[in-house]
């Protein structure tokens, strides 16, 4: 045989040698006669393994629409928006996903909740099939109690597929996933209309962001009301997630310390502080029947408006409240106007307006007021100003009587209760109801700070230390729709300062001790608490 | 697959262009394929697939053994499997083998090669194996 011959000879044996030598373990090696052959072992055997189908019939029908039909809040107390570590995939999904989110997409957000147990999960976002969305989301803002507008884009889907098999020797329906990128939109976020209760979820041209927040109404007919980022009043009816602009061409909402300057009563009637074209003024768009706009516009005169508004916990009045001083008959008080329209006014809008020597929740004038409550044709304000006797900080609290304009109480807490001197001690004030009201000092200690929280019961006059720690910073961001829970417990996030870069989710049992929820170097961001 | 199909239309007609053997032959067992040059197209049919492939023959030795001629030859193949069980599926290999001319331009070819095949179906499925093809092939000079 020549010299090249052999050559060849070897060449092949070498080649099924090297061949069989590399076959990985994770695949079998069978002998095939043929090509088709060894194309129908390998069927069979993908077949007898469950991963191939046996009929045309077996085989799952592929269906996505791309649509988000909902977010599974289910249990959910809390939510937040963080990046996706591993450690907090979904078990199910952890397999699956893990294949495209090692490494480059750790910084991909997505929504967790915290759940009445306090486990920690991921939110699946699904489509009508089940089928679940890979999303970044950017931002959650509460509508009210019921509703909750989020803004997110979409990179693609898990297909899950399901399918009856025969799989060794007995019959089993076989779940499967399998992802699909999806197109996205650079600088176009999506945003969805997503109801609490049942995580039902609406596309929705235009919602509230988070681009700068601000109030959002609601009357007690499905509207909500809020202002978009052209600064026009919206009307969104849930009823056919239908919405419509309130103001008028070239209107603007004004912009105050408070927030946008609009109010909707409980009918759906608005009063709302416009500017247009270098004019401003207060305009009330009555209803014709609950829930219903009429076109009729009012303009009210700045003689009863400027200054507060607010409703009380009926909601069925829009109070406005002005600081009032007649000098030529030396009277100093505040004057209150309510306005409203409904079935008992056969739909006309009645104003009626008193004065009232009291003023004592304006004492501090320029400060500003917080309204922290309303009852019965009652509010409750907090104010913080100097005590003009030693110059100190101090909260007070007070309660009007709307119907008559007097001061049922007030209670006065200098921060030198709390351990402290300054204004920027102060980090955050949260309120619950006009009953309690906590509060988040930090404080210098030794070469670190102290953070105590204290919560306050105006009506009681007393006030009590929470928490207090020098390990954890907590951060006063992002406390969306704060409230404790039926034990008293207060779900807060922070940094731990003895673990550099750790970020933990402290849920603080009041004088007692804190449970960390969650630990991780990922940031949290939007913890809302969802009921 | 139109993919598939035009990137072997162009191998093919790449190769007419220097084209010196035609060849037209059975695949054991149904199969049909057809040789142009160091190309051949091949199509295999099975009750639940069927294959459309392209093998290429880089390397051919005309050599004896027992007094005999053989062509050895060493080469490498893809085929496309198209099925309903599937969403796609793909098998290649590399191979080796002999040829023998049975009389006139009838030839046999045996070869045997290591060979992949994935599968799509609910989920991937991969397996490797040690394949045998037998080929009888018609060539006639252009």
């Known amino acids: ?531 | 697959m139109k993919k598939s199909l035009s990137f072997i239309f162009i191998i093919c007609f790449t190769a007419t262009l220097q084209a010196i053997d035609l060849g037209i032959g059975y695949t054991a067992d149904t199969g049909v394929h057809i040789r142009v040059s160091r190309f051949e197209i091949q199509s295999l049919f099975d009750k639940d697939f069927t294959t459309f492939g392209i093998r290429f023959y880089p390397f051919i030795k005309q050599l004896k053994i027992i007094k005999q001629d053989f062509g050895l030859y060493l080469g490498l193949e893809s085929n496309y499997i198209n099925s309903n069980l599937l969403e796609w599926g793909y098998a290649a290999g590399i191979f080796s083998g002999l040829d023998k001319k049975l009389f006139k331009g009838l030839h046999l070819g045996i070869d045997m090669g290591i060979f992949m095949c994935s599968l799509k179906g609910n989920e991937v499925f991969t397996d490797w194996g040690l394949v045998l093809n037998t080929k009888l092939t018609w060539i006639f000079k252009l």
């Not at chain 1, 007898?48 to 009929?55: Q, V």
């Not at chain 1, 089940?130 to 950017?138: A, L, Q, R, S």
């Not at chain 1, 804190?514 to 940031?523: P, V």
Request: proline share 3%; charged share 20%; glycine share 6%.
């Open chain 1, 1 to 531: 045989m020549k010299k090249s011959n052999i050559f060849f000879v070897k060449f092949f044996c070498l080649t099924i040698l090297l061949n069989l030598f590399f076959i990985s373990k994770n695949y079998s090696f069978q002998f095939g006669f043929g090509t088709k052959g060894f194309i129908r072992k390998t069927l069979e055997k993908g077949q007898e393994e469950g991963k191939i189908s046996k009929t045309k019939d077996e085989k799952p029908q592929v269906y996505y629409s791309g649509k988000i039909s909902k977010f599974d809040l289910s249990q959910a107390r809390y939510i937040f928006v963080s990046a996706r570590s591993n450690s907090t995939i979904n078990p199910v999904l952890k397999k699956a996903k893990s294949i495209y989110y090692q490494p480059q997409n750790t910084e991909q957000k997505v929504i967790f909740k915290i759940k009445e147990n306090g486990e920690i999960e991921e939110v699946n976002i699904t489509d009508e099939n089940g089928n679940i969305f890979d999303v970044n989301v950017n931002y959650i803002v509460k509508m009210g109690t019921e509703y909750l507008s989020v803004g997110l884009e979409i990179n693609g889907i898990w297909i899950i597929k399901k399918s009856t098999q025969i799989v060794n020797g007995s019959t089993q329906t076989v779940t499967t996933t399998e992802y699909q990128k999806l197109p996205t939109y650079p600088g176009f976020i999506p945003k969805y209309l997503v109801r609490i209760k049942d995580g039902a979820a609406w596309t929705g041209k235009i919602l509230p962001t988070d681009y700068s927040p601000q109030p959002i109404r609601y009357d007690d007919y499905g509207n909500y009301y809020f202002v978009d980022t052209s600064e026009r009043l919206i009307k969104l009816k849930t009823s056919d997630m239908s919405w419509r602009v309130i103001t008028a061409e070239s209107e603007h909402v004004i912009n105050t310390e408070e927030g946008k300057a609009f109010w909707v009563d409980k009918f759906g009637n608005i009063l709302y502080n416009y500017s247009t074209m270098g004019n401003s003024g207060w305009k009330y768009r009555k209803i014709s029947s609950p829930g219903e706009l009429s076109p009729v516009v009012t303009e009210i005169p700045q003689s009863f408006v400027d200054g507060y508004v607010l409703l009380d916990s009926n909601r069925d009045v829009i109070f406005m409240i002005k600081k009032f001083e007649e000098l030529a008959y030396n009277f100093s008080g505040i004057k209150i106007t309510s306005i409203k329209c409904n079935q008992e006014t056969n739909y006309e809008i009645q104003i009626s307006s008193f004065l009232s020597a009291e003023a004592q929740p304006f004492l501090y004038g320029g400060e500003k007021l917080h309204i922290i409550s309303t009852g019965d044709r009652t509010v409750s304000f907090m104010s913080m100003g100097y005590d003009l006797n030693n110059y100190q900080r101090k909260f007070r609290f007070t309660e009007l009587n709307l119907s008559n304009g007097t001061t049922n109480y007030c209670y006065e807490v200098p921060f030198s209760s709390f351990n402290a001197t300054q204004q920027d001690n102060l980090l955050s004030y949260q309120i619950v109801n006009s009953t309690t009201i906590y509060v988040l000092f930090k404080t210098p200690q030794n070469l670190g700070y102290k953070y105590s929280l204290y919560v306050i019961y105006p009506i009681e006059q007393k006030y009590e230390l929470l928490y207090e720690t020098t390990r954890y910073a907590i951060q006063a961001n992002y406390w969306q729709g704060f409230s404790s829970e039926v034990d008293g417990s207060i779900t807060v996030y922070a940094y731990d300062l003895h673990n550099e870069g750790v970020k933990v989710l402290l849920k603080i049992i009041p004088k007692e001790t804190e449970q960390i929820l969650y630990s991780g170097k990922s940031e949290i961001y939007y913890l809302t608490k969802v009921w």
